[in-house]
């Protein structure tokens, strides 16, 4: 079946840097992804829809500058939390529309901004 | 804008028993999915099901089946002989047109041995 890779799993960075998530479609070419937020115990909130070679679309609300995404190849996506701040520590989740209208969602990022 | 709605946060269940966990949703669309995902603590979503809104068959899948009411925007998930391995978060979800996933609150399941 379908299977997405996200990397890492867990990262902490300290307040100010800047971290890189990456989601890649293993087995089927993902021409969009999905970046999702969640926080404990609550439903995934839609950041942004990456789309293979073009600006991903961002949900309202979101702030692009702060969440950068790319999406450089049919099996790439990844997703820049830049000047990472305490607030922006979450859990990250990246999903690709596979064939027959199935998502595979990525195994998720816990980040912590110290 | 579509919506979903899971007004249950939590609910548990007796080990063996059964459980239905309700959702409704709220669309101009004709033609979309309804799903159902399974969230244990690893936090890794797995699909548990799928219904087309134009088959009128309730989907099944082993353990797991719907009660698809399309003229009343309802998708509920019955979880026959639950087994401890079924405690997890479960989140309804939809997609049409626009290919986005919407999710509900999701709701909390336990299993009691």
């Known amino acids: 079946g379908a299977v997405v890779s996200q990397h890492p799993s867990r990262v902490i960075c300290k307040s100010g840097t800047s971290v890189k998530i990456e989601c890649r479609s293993l087995d089927f070419q993902a021409t969009t992804m999905f970046w999702y937020r969640q926080f404990p115990k609550k439903s995934l909130m839609l950041m942004a829809t990456s789309n293979e070679g073009s600006k991903a679309t961002y949900e309202q609300g979101v702030e692009k500058d702060k969440f950068l995404i790319n999406h450089a190849s049919l099996t790439l996506s990844t997703l820049t939390v830049t000047s990472a701040h305490p607030e922006d520590s979450s859990f990250y989740i990246c999903?690709?529309?596979?064939?027959?209208?199935?998502?595979?969602f990525g195994s998720g990022t816990r980040l912590t901004v110290v | 804008a579509q919506t979903v709605t899971q007004s249950q946060p939590e609910m548990s269940v007796q080990e063996a028993e059964t459980v239905t966990l309700s959702c409704t949703y709220d669309t101009s669309e004709s033609d979309y999915y309804l799903f159902w995902y399974k969230q244990p603590p690893s936090r890794q979503m797995i699909l548990v099901i799928r219904q087309e809104a134009y088959k009128q068959q309730n989907a099944t899948e082993n353990r797991f089946s719907v009660n698809f009411q399309k003229a009343a925007k309802s998708f509920s998930l019955k979880i026959s002989d639950s087994q401890l391995g079924d405690a997890a978060m479960y989140f309804c979800a939809y997609t049409g047109a626009n290919s986005k996933l919407t999710f509900g609150k999701g709701i909390t399941l336990s299993v009691r041995p």
């Open positions: 999903s690709a529309r596979s064939s027959n209208a199935g998502y595979t």
